[in-house]
């Protein structure tokens, strides 16, 4: 399985971005998946989820409202929109896999992780 997260970058606070991370070497409509973001000197933190057939979403508080995710099962993508970006919302993001339903919120519930990519919010 191999998860291939793109489109982090530098932006203003905000601004906005859009991560995406094509999955490969699995079925991808089986399975939930959630994105989580890990700040300097902090533990990964969920952020985001979405199940398998895209129909429900689930976001941390702190970016409800302001990102949205989204997947398209044809293209083996899961997307992630990011609006109205904050300096804190800096982190490396981080694509992952659920393969057996739990709670989608839990990052030790996860069994395949993308290699994360920096998002920088400058004030």
């Known amino acids: 399985v191999q998860l291939q997260a793109s489109g982090g970058g530098l932006v203003q606070a905000g601004g906005s971005l859009r991560l995406s991370c094509a999955a490969s070497?699995?079925?991808?409509?089986?399975?939930?998946m959630g994105w989580f973001r890990q700040a300097p000197g902090k533990e990964r933190e969920f952020v985001a989820a979405?199940?398998?057939?895209?129909?429900?979403?689930y976001y941390a508080d702190r970016v409800k409202g302001r990102f949205t995710i989204a997947r398209d099962n044809a293209k083996n993508t899961v997307y992630f929109a990011m609006n109205s970006l904050k300096p804190e919302d800096t982190a490396v993001y981080y694509c992952a896999v659920q393969r057996y339903a739990g709670s989608l919120s839990l990052p030790r519930l996860y069994d395949y992780w993308g290699q994360g990519t920096l998002v920088t919010v400058s004030s």
């Open positions: 979405i199940t398998r057939s895209g129909n429900f979403t």
């Open positions: 070497g699995l079925t991808f409509s089986s399975y939930a």
